[in-house]
């Protein structure tokens, strides 16, 4: 019986991550090819899921026995604030298309991608995956936050009705090589990596916004692809589990822009713009539940994923994402 893999969002930070795990790793070892797989990696140029009428055609084209659903709509703290219902609605749009048309064509598992932004704004640290329905999430970017929520509250439904192996995924903050690297909507380290490029070039100073005192856990997107094979293969449960590094692994945003301007080798003038917004100081997630089911993870340190991931990006700075030319 052969296996077909769709991933949505193929050409994105995750996908191209994906595709190169399963490239690289040794075929029929625990996250690398096995026999009998295809792997199909679709980008929204092939069809536009907010239709359901392209996301049937899709769907009818590859016929795909295990789907890994990573489009969304997605963008920065900025863009986010800014497109509240657009987030909202178009996020709704391509997760209802998905999951329902992955349960008329028999589809056997579907792993969704959420994100930890999905939690409520007050709430006891660290996040756990017990913790996403109990309270409204944060107000900048409530409506991509709801749209994701629902995907848990449809994986249940339908589970219950249908009996679907529905379930979704929880990374916290990913970065890596094929990251949106656009100034204007950006997550932070891109943004960051792009500004520091850009400031060596023109010889101007290096300017992050915000206090830099926030702390994040970043997951490298490589050793994130290796944990979604890992759950298409061995994790069958319609609750969610957060994918990432353990809350002892958090990193400031100074660190990490300290990190970028060693990386990038930038010699000028580097500061904080502290008029600008900082977003939640601190959201550490547990990834208790995730090392206990996987049995140990080697993570790669953060310094190193960091520079493969400039390195990437200083060398394929004319075709990355990069926004406006």
């Keep these: 019986m052969s296996t077909v893999i769709l991933v949505t969002g193929g050409t994105g930070l995750v996908g191209k991550a994906i595709e190169h795990v399963i490239n690289t790793e040794p075929a029929g070892s625990r996250f690398g090819k096995k026999e009998g797989e295809t ?3 679709a980008s929204s140029s092939e069809a536009d899921l907010r239709d359901p009428e392209q996301t049937r055609k899709l769907y009818e084209k590859y016929k795909p026995t295990h789907v890994i659903h990573l489009a969304a709509l997605v963008g920065g703290l900025f863009k986010n604030m800014k497109h509240k219902l657009t987030f909202l609605r178009d996020n709704i749009l391509i997760n209802d298309n998905v999951l329902h048309t992955s349960y008329t064509h ?38 991509y936050a709801h749209a994701k929520r629902m995907v848990d509250v449809q994986n249940h439904a339908y589970k219950e009705e249908f009996g679907c192996n529905f379930t979704s995924a929880i990374p916290t903050n990913v970065f ?21 490029y850009l400031a060596k070039k023109n010889n101007t100073p290096f300017v992050a916004a915000g206090t ?17 094979i890992w759950m298409l293969r061995e994790y069958d449960d319609v609750e969610p589990v957060i994918l990432s590094v353990g809350e002892d692994e958090e990193v400031s945003i100074k660190e990490v822009a300290d990190a970028i301007v060693k990386a990038v080798g930038f010699q000028g003038d ?9 977003g939640q100081f601190r959201k550490p997630a547990s990834n208790k539940k995730l090392l206990k089911l996987i049995g140990g993870f080697e993570f790669t340190p953060f ?14 700075y004319n075709n990355a994402r990069i926004g406006k030319k």
Aim: net charge negative; glycine share 4%; with cysteine.
């Design 39 to 41: 792997w199909i990696f």
């Design 106 to 143: 028999h589809t056997k598992k579907v792993i969704s991608c959420l994100s930890t932004c999905v939690f409520p704004d007050k709430v006891e640290y660290p996040l756990d995956e017990s913790k996403i329905h109990s309270g409204p999430p944060h107000e900048s970017n409530f409506g």
């Design 176 to 196: 890596g090589p094929h990251d949106n690297f656009d100034l204007e909507d950006s997550h932070v380290i891109p943004g960051l990596i792009h500004k520091c």
């Design 212 to 228: 830099g005192k926030p702390l994040r856990q970043f997951i490298y997107s490589y050793d994130l692809a290796k944990l979604f």
């Design 270 to 278: 580097y500061s904080f713009d502290t008029t600008r917004a900082d």
């Design 303 to 316: 310094e190193e994923a960091l520079d493969t991931t400039v390195k990437w990006f200083l060398a394929n």
